[in-house]
């Protein structure tokens, strides 16, 4: 059902009432290491009661200068985000899947120097957010990449004070839940 007749009731900006979503928390990003025929990291961001995702075939990078595709995956239930074991042989991205980081971010988008929603920045192709995780910290961008369908983003590192070209991937491998890699799961 949703939350439409709910938000279409109510004026967020006359009322002090939940908008609903994340119920007045910050909303949650997770990466999950998914050790399926390829080994990739799913970066997820909570959005509308789901988690917008893509799929980061190299991982992130907390180099501005390294660009990773990202690839844009179905929407994922918010529950996912605690999800970390073997998905079966035979069904969809069987594997190992750990996760890797998790935290809360903040939607930093703008557009013509002013603050824009995340489904606006999404629509756009362009979202900057700031992540507080373990191991990813400060400001990235997800950039859809011109000319090359919907599905195609870049994930990249803005250039701030926890931008490093320190390679957290082989430096910090494990689960920030378990402490199990992906060949322990
Ligand atoms: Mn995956």
């Not at 939940?18 to 390829?38: D, L, M, S, T, Y």
């Amino acid at each position: 059902m949703g939350l439409e007749e709910y938000k279409r009731k109510r004026d967020f900006s006359k009322t002090s009432e939940p908008q609903g979503g994340h119920g007045g928390r910050e909303p949650i990003f997770v990466v999950q290491k998914h050790a399926a025929r390829n080994l990739h990291y799913d970066l997820r961001l909570e959005t509308d009661d789901v988690l917008r995702s893509w799929a980061v075939p190299k991982g992130p990078s907390l180099n501005p200068s390294d660009k990773r595709l990202a690839v844009l995956t179905e929407d994922h239930p918010i529950d996912y985000a605690n999800f970390e074991g073997k998905i079966p042989e035979g069904e969809y991205g069987a594997g190992s899947v750990i996760i890797w980081d998790k935290g809360t971010y903040e939607n930093v988008s703008v557009k013509d120097r002013k603050e824009i929603d995340f489904s606006t920045a999404f629509e756009m192709g362009h979202i900057s957010f700031i992540l507080h995780g373990q191991k990813l910290k400060g400001e990235f961008a997800l950039v859809k990449m011109k000319n090359r369908g919907e599905k195609n983003w870049l994930l990249i590192k803005a250039n701030d004070r926890y931008a490093s070209s320190d390679d957290v991937l082989e430096d910090m491998p494990k689960s920030i839940i378990s402490n199990k890699g992906v060949d322990d799961i």
